[in-house]
Every structure is written in C-alpha cells, then in structure tokens.
C-alpha cells in the first residue's frame, strides 16, 4: 500500500452496515457489500453510496461476480469478513443442527476460500460454540486450514460492553490469515462496564485503568423526548432541541471529535431527530410501563425498562417475514414508560446520527438487532490493521446522503430498484403486535 491507499474489504450478509461502518471507522474502505434483503440492503446503499452493494444471495454469489460488479477487479483484497445469519445457533432458539440457515456458514467459507483476502473474520453468536453446533465451527476451522489459511484457535467471545458500547451483547468471532502472514490477536477491552453491588445502586470502582462503559444515560440523555413532537406520529423525524451531550453522545452527534474515527465525512443536519417515529401505546400499556421498575421487565409483555446508570440488555432483531415476523421485545424507556425509538436503539448500539434506518420501525429495530456494534467491529477492524503492518489514513472527502427513497421502500419496490427477478424474502404473514 501507498501513503494514499486505504486497505480495501468486503462484507458478506451486510444486512444495514454495522460491520461495514466500523471497519470503515477503524480505516478499511468496504469496495463490496453482499446482502441478500432488498429492504436492507437498500438502507446500506444509502448509507455507504460511495461503495458497492449487491442485493444477491451468498449462495448465488461468486467471487468473480464480487470482484467484477465494483471496484475490486483483480486487486487482492486486505480482509473479508461478515456474519452469517445466526437465529439456527441461537441461545435463545432449539439450536437446531439442521435448519438451513446453518448452511450459510459454508458459504462464507467459500468466497473466502474463492476470493482469497489476506485475513477473514466470521461472527457469530455464542450459541454456535454448544453442543453440535461446535462441530460446525469445527469443520469451518479444520477447511480454512486445509485450504491455506492460518486460524486463531479458540474462537473468542466478545461483549461489546467491553469495547465502549452501552448494550450488554456477547458474540462470537473467527479470525484468521493466508498462510506466512502474522495472525491478529483479538483486541483487548477498551472500557469497563458498571458493575453493581448487591442491593446497591453504586457503581463498583473501575480496574485495570480503563475508562468506565458509557451507560444508558450517557447514550441517549441528551435525546429530545419523542412525546413532546405531535409530528413523530406521523413521521420519523423532526427538528428539535438536544439536551447536553455525554462524551459518548458527542462523537455520535459528531464523529469527527473522535481521534480513532477514519470513516468519510457525512453531511447532515445535527439539529434533525431521525428515525424517532412514536410508537402507539393503549393507555393501558402506559400506566402499565410507568409502574415498571428500571432494570425490571413488564409481566405482560415481557418488556425490559431499562436502568439509567446501567447497561441496555441484548438488542434484539425478532425474526424475518418469512419466518413469522415476529416482533422482539423492545426495551421500555428509563423516564418515559413507552418503548424505545431506533435512533435511541442506535445511540445504546453506538450508531452514529447521521446513519439512517428505514422509516418503519420494524425494519429499522431489525436492522440494528441484527447487526454488530460499529464501535465493536471496529476494534476487531484496528486488530486486522495492525497485522497488516498499516497505518489508518483519515480521509478528507465528505459525502451528502441524498437518495431518501431508498429508506422509505417497500418490498416490492426495494426488488425493483435491485432488479431482483423472484421474492428475495417471502412475503410477511404472521406479525405479533408491539404492546
């Protein structure tokens, strides 16, 4: 690489772009990006216009297509990396070996193996580390090193709490390199979360010299209350009055204060509150969620009210229409009793402001749920970086994310813009309302 030359990646099962977001941070252009859902993969054409996004199936993609339909062409590629679908090796599921969303790691292995990068990192949730689904990881491991490819055994586990994010969320990652080149290491905690004494509302001392894991409060305090703007029942955005920001609330509002942010420069306006459309909640719910106490859930709707000085439990995705659509629990506000708005779900998953969600709330608590922390990916991405013996260049070139229609798609129009020929995703059926 020149002095001029950012190291180049592709992410597979792209899905919004928090992969891709915090590889960009860490100083990694993302040339390509693989997603198979129209809605979704239009969200990350949006936000990453100046790259490539392909609205195809892994299973139905090459490498060849891959390098062909952007910028790569024969270049060789400095990392692959991406997350196979999970739900089949999920906690929080039968951990079924033979659901077919299994075989989708396989396909990962082979546009790796095909596009031949130097280094790959797989995520993945824990689940995939139990029972038989560790011979699946097994057999992942035991191909890349048949094939090339050295691995960092014992796939570690990860919380992005550790790693400055304000959500207690645990995955999985894989890394590996080709054959003669240095294997990363996987990157060391960056922050504390708080940690509660018994029956006490007190943070424990921090250890180790770190710096304390931004909470709640610091992620999305500074928010103006949804309730106060009649126009969010109608929309998804408004202009509004901050509050005072945290310093974590700070370089969302304004990435570029912080010093290790190498992502291109996005223009926007930051005295706009996106992705904040209100949900409808009965009178009942509501005086229902105001008895809640923080850091308890709702008997009812098993809704979780999140704590102030605490950490956001797991954001969850729910699961995809042609899997029922089911709607995940949302976390229920710590001062209002109403569930959470994306762009706050964004803040506790350390999104940016200028990153946009599609306008419908199921699609946008989706898209976050199913993605990995940007500033979690990063510090996997700045590992990567270091093997690679590079140094990050902070980019000068801003870009105005103009193409609004690309949030407010339907499924039909998100497969005619993507020139889709069949249903990329079957059709929703079955939806379990929010309370």
């Not at 991406?82 to 546009?111: A, T």
């Not at 080149?181 to 060391?188: A, G, I, K, T």
């Not at 007190?202 to 126009?231: F, K, R």
Request: charged share 20%; proline share 8%; with cysteine.
């Amino acid at each position: 690489m020149t002095e001029h030359q950012r190291p180049i990646a592709v992410d597979l099962f792209a899905g919004a772009g928090g992969m891709t977001l915090g590889f960009e941070q860490a100083g990694f252009d993302v040339l390509a990006a693989v997603e198979l859902d129209p809605i979704h993969a239009s969200v990350h054409e949006y936000n990453f216009p100046f790259w490539t996004t392909i609205c195809r199936s892994v299973t139905e993609t090459s490498a060849r297509e891959i390098r062909m339909r952007s910028p790569i062409g024969d270049r060789d590629i400095d990392v692959v990396f991406g997350g196979p679908p999970c739900q089949g090796f999920s906690l929080m599921g039968k951990r079924d070996f033979s659901d077919d969303r299994n075989s989708l790691v396989f396909n990962f292995l082979r546009l790796v193996l095909d596009l031949q990068p130097k280094f790959f990192v797989m995520e993945n949730v824990r689940g995939i580390t139990i029972g038989k689904q560790k011979k699946i990881l097994q057999t992942i491991i035991n191909e890349f090193k048949a094939n090339g490819y050295q691995v960092r055994e014992n796939p570690q586990v990860l919380n992005a709490a550790n790693y400055g994010v304000p959500q207690n969320r645990h995955r999985l990652f894989l890394l590996g390199c080709r054959q003669g080149l240095n294997l990363p290491n996987y990157p060391q905690p960056t922050s504390n979360p708080p940690l509660k004494k018994p029956g006490c509302a007190a943070n424990m001392p921090q250890i180790n010299g770190l710096p304390p894991t931004p909470t709640v409060a610091d992620a999305i305090g500074d928010i103006p209350e949804v309730d106060y703007y009649p126009e969010l029942e109608l929309q998804d955005w408004v202009v509004a009055n901050y509050g005072q920001p945290s310093q974590y609330a700070s370089k969302l509002r304004n990435p570029a204060l912080a010093a290790d942010n190498y992502a291109y420069g996005r223009i926007y306006n930051p005295a706009l509150l996106t992705c904040s459309r209100r949900t409808k909640h009965t009178p009942q719910t509501i005086a229902r969620f105001a008895t809640i106490i923080p850091g308890k859930s709702d008997l009812i709707s098993h809704f979780h009210r999140l704590e102030l000085n605490s950490l956001c439990i797991t954001l969850r995705a729910g699961t995809a229409s042609n899997r029922g659509a089911f709607t995940s629990p949302r976390p229920i506000h710590p001062i209002t009793p109403r569930c959470i708005t994306v762009r706050e779900a964004a803040r506790l998953h350390s999104y940016p402001d200028w990153f946009m969600f599609h306008a419908t709330k199921w699609h946008g608590f989706r898209q976050i749920g199913n993605s990995v922390p940007p500033l979690l990916a990063q510090a996997i991405a700045q590992m990567i970086l270091q093997a690679l013996g590079a140094a990050p260049i902070k980019p000068q070139q801003q870009f105005n994310l103009v193409q609004t229609e690309l949030l407010q798609f339907k499924m039909s129009q998100a497969e005619k813009y993507h020139r889709l020929e069949t249903r990329a995703i079957a059709r929703r059926t079955t939806s379990k309302p929010i309370a």
